[in-house]
Protein backbone atom coordinates (compact mmCIF):
# COMPACT_ATOMS: atom_id res chain seq x y z
CA UNK A 1 0.00 0.00 0.00
CA UNK A 2 1.46 3.86 -1.13
CA UNK A 3 2.31 5.46 1.78
CA UNK A 4 3.01 9.11 3.32
CA UNK A 5 4.87 10.61 6.05
CA UNK A 6 5.50 14.23 6.42
CA UNK A 7 7.65 15.28 9.44
CA UNK A 8 7.78 17.47 11.38
CA UNK A 9 3.96 17.18 12.43
CA UNK A 10 3.81 20.74 13.38
CA UNK A 11 6.88 23.62 13.42
CA UNK A 12 6.81 27.12 14.90
CA UNK A 13 8.99 29.46 13.01
CA UNK A 14 10.37 32.93 13.75
CA UNK A 15 9.91 35.28 10.79
CA UNK A 16 13.17 35.12 8.77
CA UNK A 17 13.74 32.12 10.03
CA UNK A 18 14.23 29.52 7.30
CA UNK A 19 13.44 25.12 7.72
CA UNK A 20 12.43 22.60 5.65
CA UNK A 21 10.08 20.07 5.87
CA UNK A 22 9.90 16.44 5.05
CA UNK A 23 7.67 14.30 2.87
CA UNK A 24 8.97 10.37 3.01
CA UNK A 25 7.08 8.16 0.26
CA UNK A 26 6.48 4.44 -0.28
CA UNK A 27 5.31 3.57 -3.60
CA UNK A 28 5.26 0.92 -6.31
CA UNK A 29 5.96 3.47 -8.83
CA UNK A 30 5.47 7.15 -8.34
CA UNK A 31 4.13 9.17 -11.09
CA UNK A 32 3.87 12.49 -9.73
CA UNK A 33 4.36 13.93 -5.72
CA UNK A 34 2.29 16.92 -5.23
CA UNK A 35 2.64 19.60 -2.74
CA UNK A 36 -0.87 21.33 -1.23
CA UNK A 37 -1.13 24.20 1.30
CA UNK A 38 -4.29 24.15 3.11
CA UNK A 39 -5.56 27.05 5.47
CA UNK A 40 -8.12 26.84 7.87
CA UNK A 41 -11.63 26.00 7.09
CA UNK A 42 -10.32 25.67 3.39
CA UNK A 43 -9.25 22.86 0.70
CA UNK A 44 -5.80 21.90 -0.37
CA UNK A 45 -4.39 25.07 -2.56
CA UNK A 46 -2.24 23.26 -5.49
CA UNK A 47 1.58 24.60 -5.14
CA UNK A 48 3.91 21.78 -6.86
CA UNK A 49 4.06 18.88 -9.08
CA UNK A 50 7.50 16.92 -9.02
CA UNK A 51 7.96 13.73 -11.45
CA UNK A 52 11.49 12.72 -11.15
CA UNK A 53 14.51 12.42 -9.37
CA UNK A 54 16.72 15.45 -8.93
CA UNK A 55 13.80 17.79 -10.14
CA UNK A 56 12.70 21.35 -8.15
CA UNK A 57 10.34 23.45 -8.49
CA UNK A 58 10.33 27.34 -7.08
CA UNK A 59 7.39 29.54 -6.09
CA UNK A 60 8.00 32.77 -3.78
CA UNK A 61 9.57 32.09 -0.57
CA UNK A 62 9.30 28.04 -1.13
CA UNK A 63 10.95 25.28 -2.96
CA UNK A 64 10.24 21.65 -3.44
CA UNK A 65 12.79 18.97 -4.18
CA UNK A 66 12.60 15.09 -5.20
CA UNK A 67 14.64 11.79 -4.47
CA UNK A 68 14.19 8.52 -4.84
CA UNK A 69 12.51 8.12 -0.82
CA UNK A 70 11.45 11.71 -0.23
CA UNK A 71 10.78 15.39 -1.33
CA UNK A 72 11.67 18.48 0.70
CA UNK A 73 9.73 21.73 0.97
CA UNK A 74 12.09 24.20 1.67
CA UNK A 75 10.89 27.70 3.31
CA UNK A 76 13.06 30.71 3.16
CA UNK A 77 12.48 33.37 5.05
CA UNK A 78 8.89 32.63 5.68
CA UNK A 79 6.32 35.39 6.84
CA UNK A 80 3.52 34.96 8.87
CA UNK A 81 1.27 34.65 5.99
CA UNK A 82 3.35 31.34 5.33
CA UNK A 83 1.20 29.60 8.18
CA UNK A 84 -1.02 27.14 6.71
CA UNK A 85 -0.54 23.30 6.92
CA UNK A 86 1.42 21.75 4.32
CA UNK A 87 0.67 18.25 2.72
CA UNK A 88 2.21 16.06 0.49
CA UNK A 89 0.82 13.98 -1.84
CA UNK A 90 1.48 10.46 -3.98
CA UNK A 91 0.19 9.35 -7.50
CA UNK A 92 1.44 5.86 -8.37
CA UNK A 93 1.80 4.29 -11.67
CA UNK A 94 -1.24 1.71 -12.02
CA UNK A 95 -4.12 4.35 -11.00
CA UNK A 96 -5.02 8.12 -10.73
CA UNK A 97 -5.61 7.84 -6.52
CA UNK A 98 -3.75 10.63 -4.51
CA UNK A 99 -2.06 9.07 -1.44
CA UNK A 100 -1.76 12.03 1.33
CA UNK A 101 0.93 12.54 4.30
CA UNK A 102 -1.05 13.82 7.86
CA UNK A 103 0.58 17.34 6.74
CA UNK A 104 2.86 19.60 8.34
CA UNK A 105 1.25 22.39 10.50
CA UNK A 106 3.48 25.25 9.89
CA UNK A 107 3.00 28.76 12.12
CA UNK A 108 5.30 31.74 11.40
CA UNK A 109 5.67 33.93 14.55
CA UNK A 110 6.20 37.79 13.51
CA UNK B 1 -11.97 31.56 -13.88
CA UNK B 2 -14.76 29.85 -11.47
CA UNK B 3 -12.81 27.07 -9.13
CA UNK B 4 -14.39 23.89 -7.62
CA UNK B 5 -17.41 24.30 -5.82
CA UNK B 6 -18.73 22.41 -3.65
CA UNK B 7 -22.52 22.97 -1.49
CA UNK B 8 -23.65 22.78 1.64
CA UNK B 9 -20.18 23.89 3.41
CA UNK B 10 -21.50 22.25 6.53
CA UNK B 11 -24.41 20.03 7.28
CA UNK B 12 -25.35 18.62 11.34
CA UNK B 13 -27.65 15.56 10.35
CA UNK B 14 -28.67 12.98 12.06
CA UNK B 15 -27.87 9.44 12.76
CA UNK B 16 -29.93 7.17 10.39
CA UNK B 17 -30.36 10.17 7.98
CA UNK B 18 -29.58 10.72 4.65
CA UNK B 19 -27.51 13.35 3.08
CA UNK B 20 -26.65 14.44 -0.43
CA UNK B 21 -23.38 16.48 -0.94
CA UNK B 22 -22.70 18.32 -3.69
CA UNK B 23 -19.87 19.19 -6.27
CA UNK B 24 -19.19 21.65 -9.26
CA UNK B 25 -16.12 20.87 -10.80
CA UNK B 26 -14.00 23.79 -12.88
CA UNK B 27 -15.78 24.11 -16.64
CA UNK B 28 -13.91 21.96 -18.87
CA UNK B 29 -12.26 19.76 -16.36
CA UNK B 30 -13.60 15.76 -17.67
CA UNK B 31 -11.84 14.04 -13.99
CA UNK B 32 -13.61 14.51 -11.21
CA UNK B 33 -12.32 13.04 -7.37
CA UNK B 34 -14.34 12.95 -4.21
CA UNK B 35 -12.01 12.78 -1.31
CA UNK B 36 -12.64 12.67 2.40
CA UNK B 37 -10.33 13.73 5.52
CA UNK B 38 -11.81 11.62 8.88
CA UNK B 39 -10.75 13.48 12.09
CA UNK B 40 -6.82 12.96 12.96
CA UNK B 41 -6.28 11.15 9.94
CA UNK B 42 -4.73 11.72 6.22
CA UNK B 43 -6.98 12.90 3.59
CA UNK B 44 -7.86 9.65 1.72
CA UNK B 45 -9.52 8.64 -1.89
CA UNK B 46 -12.87 8.26 -2.71
CA UNK B 47 -13.63 7.67 -6.04
CA UNK B 48 -12.80 9.08 -9.60
CA UNK B 49 -14.97 9.94 -12.40
CA UNK B 50 -13.99 10.10 -15.80
CA UNK B 51 -17.32 12.35 -17.41
CA UNK B 52 -20.14 10.35 -16.18
CA UNK B 53 -18.02 7.21 -15.87
CA UNK B 54 -17.06 5.81 -12.29
CA UNK B 55 -13.76 4.98 -13.33
CA UNK B 56 -12.27 3.69 -9.96
CA UNK B 57 -14.44 3.69 -6.94
CA UNK B 58 -12.14 1.41 -4.20
CA UNK B 59 -11.74 3.84 -1.85
CA UNK B 60 -15.66 3.75 -1.36
CA UNK B 61 -16.35 2.84 2.18
CA UNK B 62 -19.31 0.74 1.63
CA UNK B 63 -22.92 0.79 0.23
CA UNK B 64 -24.04 3.26 2.25
CA UNK B 65 -21.76 5.75 -0.05
CA UNK B 66 -23.40 6.70 -3.85
CA UNK B 67 -21.85 8.52 -6.01
CA UNK B 68 -23.34 10.00 -9.55
CA UNK B 69 -22.40 12.56 -12.65
CA UNK B 70 -25.30 13.18 -14.58
CA UNK B 71 -23.90 14.29 -17.94
CA UNK B 72 -20.28 14.91 -17.13
CA UNK B 73 -20.92 18.06 -15.25
CA UNK B 74 -21.64 18.02 -11.86
CA UNK B 75 -21.72 15.33 -8.89
CA UNK B 76 -22.70 14.21 -6.50
CA UNK B 77 -22.62 12.01 -3.05
CA UNK B 78 -25.35 10.72 -0.89
CA UNK B 79 -24.81 9.04 2.41
CA UNK B 80 -27.99 7.11 3.07
CA UNK B 81 -27.97 5.97 6.11
CA UNK B 82 -25.66 8.15 7.62
CA UNK B 83 -23.51 6.82 11.02
CA UNK B 84 -21.43 8.53 13.24
CA UNK B 85 -17.97 7.38 11.91
CA UNK B 86 -19.22 8.93 8.09
CA UNK B 87 -18.50 12.60 10.11
CA UNK B 88 -15.48 14.34 8.28
CA UNK B 89 -14.94 16.75 5.69
CA UNK B 90 -15.54 15.82 2.55
CA UNK B 91 -13.54 17.24 -0.40
CA UNK B 92 -13.96 17.26 -4.77
CA UNK B 93 -11.41 18.04 -6.91
CA UNK B 94 -10.67 17.89 -10.58
CA UNK B 95 -8.86 18.24 -13.44
CA UNK B 96 -8.65 18.51 -17.25
CA UNK B 97 -6.18 15.70 -17.59
CA UNK B 98 -5.64 12.25 -15.24
CA UNK B 99 -1.90 12.80 -14.88
CA UNK B 100 -1.67 16.65 -14.01
CA UNK B 101 -2.57 18.18 -10.59
CA UNK B 102 -5.97 18.39 -8.83
CA UNK B 103 -8.10 21.63 -8.09
CA UNK B 104 -9.66 20.99 -4.76
CA UNK B 105 -13.07 22.88 -3.38
CA UNK B 106 -13.33 24.15 0.12
CA UNK B 107 -14.67 21.19 1.52
CA UNK B 108 -18.12 19.79 2.89
CA UNK B 109 -17.97 19.33 6.69
CA UNK B 110 -20.33 16.65 7.76
CA UNK B 111 -21.05 15.95 11.00
CA UNK B 112 -23.27 13.27 12.02
CA UNK B 113 -24.76 12.79 15.76
Known amino acids: EDQVTQSPEALRLQEGESSSLNCSYT??????LFWYRQDPGKGPEFLFTLYSAGEEKEKERLKATLTKKESFLHITAPKPEDSATYLC???????????FGKGNQVVVIP | EAGVTQFPSHSVIEKGQTVTLRCDPI?????LYWYRRVMGKEIKFLLHFVKESKQDESGMPNNRFLAERTGGTYSTLKVQPAELEDSGVYFC???????????FGQGTRLTVV
Open chain 1, 27 to 32: VSGLRG
Open chain 2, 93 to 103: ASSQFRDIEAF
Open chain 1, 89 to 99: AVRPYGNNRLA
Open chain 2, 27 to 31: SGHDN
